[in-house]
C-alpha cells in the first residue's frame, strides 16, 4: 500500500512499463511449451490429455475475457459458441469433411453469425437482463442440438475419425494435438492482447468504465460491444473445434449453462481482464476438478465455495496474487 | 453577427407532469461564451443532456452548425463537433490523463476503431491529446490515472477531452463544481484563454466567474428563460434579482 504513492509519481513522468506485464504471459507460455517434457520423464500420459483439454478450455476462457473482463459483458451464453464449434465440426466429420481447412472457416462464420445476431439483440440491455438473454440464447442453442436427432440428438454424437490438417493428421498424435491446441492459443492470446492494446480496444475498455463518456466523445459503443461479442464468439468456436477433436464426441452438454457458468469461473479464477489470467484460470480449474474428482464424487460441493473463497480473498484472482508476491514495480 | 452555431427553438421535456424544459429558445454565436444560469433544480442540466444528445426533447428543434441535430444521438453529435463536460466529473478513471484526451483525438482520426495500431504508444493521437493537456495546464500529469487526479484537475481534464474533438461548440455544465477556490481561479483563467476559440455554453453557479467570462447570460427558472443578454442589463433586471441574484445577494 505505502508503494502507491511511489508508483504514481513514477507513473507521472514515465508511461508504465509494458515490460513488466510481458513477464508472466512469456513464462506461462514457456512453461507450457515445455510441458510436454514431463511425460518424458515420467509423468502418467493421462496428464498431458488432461492439459490439453485445460488449454482447449483456455481459448475459450480467454476468448470470454475479451467481452466480461474488458468488455464488463457478463455473458452466461459462452458455452453456445464452444458448443456450435463443435457439433460443426462433428456433423461434418460425419458427413466425410474431415480437413480443418474446410471445418474452420465453417465454425467462424456459424459463430460470426449467430454472434452477430444475438448480439445485437442481447447489446440492447444491461446488466442482470444481458445476462438472461445470453443465458436464454445460449440454453436456445442447447435445446436445438438436443433436437438433432440426425446427428444423436440427446445422446450426442460419437466421432470416429479426427480432423485431418492439409491431408495430414497432426491430432491423432498425442504430443502433436497438443502443440497444435498449444499454437492455437498463442495465437489467439497475440490476437485478443492486439485487440485490447489497439484503438478498438481503448474503445471497449473505456466503455466498460464509462459508456457515456465514451458515447459523448463520439463512439457508437453498441457498435464496438458487438464486434468485440462477435470476435470473442468466434474465437470460442475455435476452442470448440479442438474439443469435439480431443473428446471424439460432441453431445448437447458440451453448451449447457453450467457450461458457461465454468468458463465465467475460469476467468474469474486467474483474474478478469488480463487475458492470460484466463489461460491460467482455465489451467487450474481443470487441474483441480480433475484432482478432486478423484477424490470424492461429490467434489463439486467443495469446488463451488473454494474458488468463491479463493476469489474474494485474493481480488483479482491468481493473477493479482501473483502480483502482490511478484517483485515491486517501480 | 455571425450565423449562431447552436440554435434551440421552442425546446421542450417534461418529466410525467414536471416541465423541466418549457419552451427554451436560445443561440450561441461562434465564439460567443453564452452564460447558462439559474437556480437549482431549474433543469439546466437537463437542457445540457438535450444539446448534447443523452436526452430527446418531446418538442422543438436543436440546430447545430446549419443542420437539425434534433434526431441525432450523443455520438453522431460529438462526431459533428458538439463536446460537453458533466457537472459530475465523467472521465476514464483507469486510463492515464493522456489516454483519456487521446480516446477523444481518436474519435476524429481516420481511423478510429482499428484493430492493428497501438493506440497507446500512437504519436498521431498522442501529439494533438499532449497539446490538449498543455492547454488544460496537466502536462505534467499525462501519465497519471485520471481516477487518482485531483478533483480541480480531473475539471481541466474533462474540458481538455472536450478540447481534443475539436470542437465547433464546447457544453460546460458547472465546470468549476466542487472546487476550491485557488484550483477555481485556474480553472477560470483557463476557460477565458479558451474564449473566442470556441462557441461556449456555459452552465455555472460562480456569479463572479459568470461575469467575469460572459458575452451573454441567460437566465432560466422553472425550465423557462426569463431573461437573456448582456450580463450587465440581465443582473440588472429585477425579475432577475426576484428569482435568482436576490437570494444569492441576501
Ligand atoms: N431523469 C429525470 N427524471 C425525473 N426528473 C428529473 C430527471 N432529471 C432531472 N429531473 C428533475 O428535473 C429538474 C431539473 O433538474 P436539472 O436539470 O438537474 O436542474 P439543474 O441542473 O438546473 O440543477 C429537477 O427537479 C430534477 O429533479
Ligand atoms: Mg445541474
Not at chain 2, 460537453?84 to 486510463?95: D, G, H, W
Not at chain 2, 483557463?190 to 460572459?214: C, I, N, Q, T, W
Request: a neutral charge; hydrophobic letters at 50%; glycine letters at 10%.
Amino acid at each position: 500500500m505505502s508503494s502507491a504513492t511511489t508508483t504514481s509519481e513514477v507513473s507521472s513522468v514515465a508511461p508504465p512499463r509494458e515490460r513488466a506485464k510481458l513477464l508472466l504471459p512469456a513464462i506461462l507460455f514457456l512453461l507450457l511449451a515445455l510441458a510436454p517434457l514431463a511425460v518424458t520423464i515420467g509423468m502418467p500420459a493421462g496428464w498431458l490429455a488432461l492439459l490439453t483439454r485445460a488449454l482447449i478450455f483456455a481459448i475459450a476462457a480467454l476468448s470470454l475475457d475479451l467481452i466480461l473482463g474488458v468488455g464488463g459483458l457478463v455473458s452466461f451464453g459462452h458455452a453456445a459458441f464452444l458448443g456450435i464449434g463443435a457439433y460443426v465440426t462433428g456433423i461434418m466429420i460425419t458427413e466425410g469433411r474431415s480437413e480443418a481447412l474446410v471445418i474452420l472457416p465453417v465454425i467462424l462464420g456459424v459463430c460470426a453469425l449467430f454472434g452477430a445476431i444475438t448480439g445485437a439483440v442481447c447489446l440492447r440491455t444491461r446488466g442482470v437482463a444481458f445476462i438472461m438473454i445470453t443465458l436464454a440464447f445460449g440454453q436456445m442453442v442447447y435445446f436445438l442440438a438436443q433436437a438433432l436427432s440426425a446427428y444423436g440428438g440427446d445422446d450426442g454424437l460419437t466421432l470416429y475419425e479426427k480432423s485431418t490438417l492439409l491431408g495430414f493428421n497432426p491430432f491423432a498424435n498425442r504430443t502433436s494435438f497438443y502443440y497444435s491446441v498449444l499454437i492455437a492459443l498463442a495465437g489467439a492470446y497475440l490476437l485478443v492482447r492486439g485487440f485490447v492494446a489497439s484503438r478498438f480496444g481503448r474503445v471497449l475498455r473505456a466503455a466498460r468504465e464509462n459508456p457515456v463518456r465514451v458515447s459523448v466523445t463520439g463512439f457508437d459503443v453498441t457498435k464496438v460491444r458487438l464486434v468485440a461479442y462477435v470476435i470473442s464468439g468466434m474465437l470460442a468456436g475455435l476452442s470448440g473445434f479442438f474439443l469435439a477433436n480431443h473428446t471424439e464426441f460432441v453431445s448437447p452438454a458440451f453448451m449447457s449453462w453450467q457450461r458457461s457458468g465454468e468458463l465465467i469461473f475460469m476467468a474469474v479464477l486467474g483474474g478478469v481482464g488480463s487475458l492470460h489470467g484466463a489461460i491460467i484460470g482455465a489451467i487450474a480449474y481443470l487441474i483441480a476438478e480433475d484432482a478432486l474428482s478423484h477424490l470424492t464424487e461429490h467434489w463439486r460441493v467443495i469446488f463451488g465455495p473454494m474458488i468463491i473463497l479463493f476469489v474474494l480473498f485474493t481480488r483479482g484472482g491468481i493473477v493479482g496474487m501473483l502480483r502482490k508476491l511478484g517483485p515491486r514495480h517501480g | 453577427m455571425a450565423e449562431p452555431v447552436l440554435i434551440l427553438d421552442g425546446v421542450r421535456k417534461s418529466f410525467g407532469a414536471l416541465k423541466v424544459t418549457d419552451g427554451v429558445s436560445l443561440a450561441v454565436a461562434p465564439g460567443e461564451l453564452h452564460a447558462l444560469i439559474g437556480p437549482n433544480g431549474a433543469g439546466k442540466t437537463t437542457l445540457v443532456h438535450q444539446i448534447s444528445g443523452m436526452l430527446t426533447p418531446d418538442d422543438g428543434t436543436i440546430r447545430f452548425r446549419g443542420q437539425d441535430v434534433t434526431a441525432f444521438n450523443a455520438e453522431k453529435r460529438a462526431r459533428h463537433g458538439l463536446a460537453r463536460t458533466f457537472q459530475i466529473t465523467s472521465t476514464i478513471a483507469s486510463l492515464s490523463a493522456l489516454e483519456n484526451v487521446a480516446l477523444g483525438v481518436q474519435a476524429k482520426a481516420s481511423h478510429p476503431l482499428s484493430f492493428f495500431r497501438n493506440a497507446a504508444s500512437d504519436e498521431r493521437l498522442n501529439r494533438p491529446a499532449r497539446a490538449a493537456l498543455d492547454a488544460v495546464g496537466l502536462s505534467e500529469r499525462a501519465h497519471v490515472p485520471a481516477g487518482s487526479l485531483s478533483h480541480g484537475e480531473k475539471r481541466a481534464l474533462e474540458i481538455a477531452m472536450a478540447l481534443a474533438l475539436e470542437p465547433a461548440a464546447i457544453l460546460l455544465d458547472e465546470p468549476l463544481a466542487g472546487v476550491g477556490k485557488e484550483e477555481g481561479e485556474r480553472l477560470i483563467a483557463l476557460l477565458k484563454s479558451l474564449k473566442g476559440r470556441y462557441a461556449m455554453l456555459l452552465v455555472e453557479h460562480d456569479m463572479e466567474a459568470v461575469f467575469a467570462l460572459a458575452d451573454t447570460v441567460s437566465v432560466l427558472v422553472y425550465g423557462r428563460v426569463i431573461a437573456s443578454g448582456d450580463p450587465a442589463v440581465v443582473r440588472a433586471d429585477p425579475a432577475v434579482r426576484e428569482a435568482y441574484l436576490g437570494e444569492e445577494g441576501g
